[in-house]
């Protein structure tokens, strides 16, 4: 399968834990990010990766939340200290954008998810 | 007021029916519209894009009027297998926002026998 993958795909957890998440993108893309999807609600932006660089960050992206992609590849986003309003869908999305000033939006394809429960 | 909004629906057409979902947008320096599909308990989908002059795959239509700031997408001949919910989605224009996508609510469509 050569789409983008997340693990896991569930996570159960109490509050005040930590917990990380993982996105693989599809290997030539690099453009990476982070969205959240609360129910009945579409997906809203977290963060933005170009390459390893994080470019962007919601305001929705509290302290408690930290994402990386250190070699350009892979990434992970982390949430410290859960609470319940952070249970939600994770969804990790690529493309392959044309660098920083690119001008072309090259369709953005998104991982399966990864979907939080917070006790 | 939410940047991208959607009536949430439900929608619930017999198949064959023809049905119209609507969507407005508040940035008028938005760049890029689609329509997103997404199943239940599935990842978003590209379903397709929205053009100025109107743009046309198969059974679906989209349309933009940058004026009004709204879009729309039709379906003729439902079939069951259209049921998912259908995101109004734009793109954010220019320099390091350049690909963030801005989701509307989605709305909810089911196309029973």
């Known amino acids: 399968d050569t789409g983008v993958s997340q693990n896991p795909r569930h996570k159960i957890t109490k509050r005040g834990q930590n917990v990380t998440f993982r996105c693989d993108p599809i290997?030539?893309?690099?453009?990476l990010y982070w969205y959240r999807q609360t129910l009945g609600q579409g997906p809203e932006f977290l963060t933005y990766?170009?390459?390893?660089?994080?470019?962007?960050k919601s305001r929705l992206l509290s302290d408690r939340f930290s994402a990386e992609r250190p070699k350009g590849s892979f990434s992970t986003l982390e949430i410290q200290r859960t609470e319940q309003g952070d249970s939600a869908m994770y969804l990790c999305?690529?493309?392959?954008?044309?660098?920083?000033?690119?001008?072309?939006?090259?369709?953005?394809?998104f991982g399966p998810g990864t979907r939080l429960t917070v006790l | 007021r939410k940047e991208v909004e959607q009536d949430p629906g439900p929608f619930n057409v017999p198949e064959g029916a023809t049905v119209a979902f609507n969507c407005t947008y508040s940035?008028?320096?938005?760049?890029?519209f689609f329509w997103y599909r997404q199943d239940c308990r599935k990842e978003p989908k590209l379903l397709m894009s929205?053009?100025?002059s109107g743009n046309e795959d198969g059974r679906f239509t989209a349309q933009l009027n940058r004026a009004s700031q709204y879009i729309s997408l039709l379906i003729r001949d439902s079939k069951l297998s259209d049921s998912a919910t259908y995101l109004c989605?734009?793109?954010?224009?220019?320099?390091?926002?350049?690909?963030?996508?801005?989701f509307g609510q989605g709305t909810i469509l089911t196309v029973h026998p």
């Open positions: 290997s030539e893309h690099n453009r």
């Open positions: 940035n008028s320096a938005s760049q890029s």
């Open positions: 999305a690529s493309s392959l954008g044309k660098g920083l000033s690119g001008s072309t939006y090259n369709e953005q394809f």
């Open positions: 990766f170009q390459n390893e660089a994080q470019l962007e």
């Open positions: 929205v053009y100025s």
């Open positions: 989605v734009v793109l954010n224009a220019g320099g390091t926002s350049y690909g963030k996508l801005t």
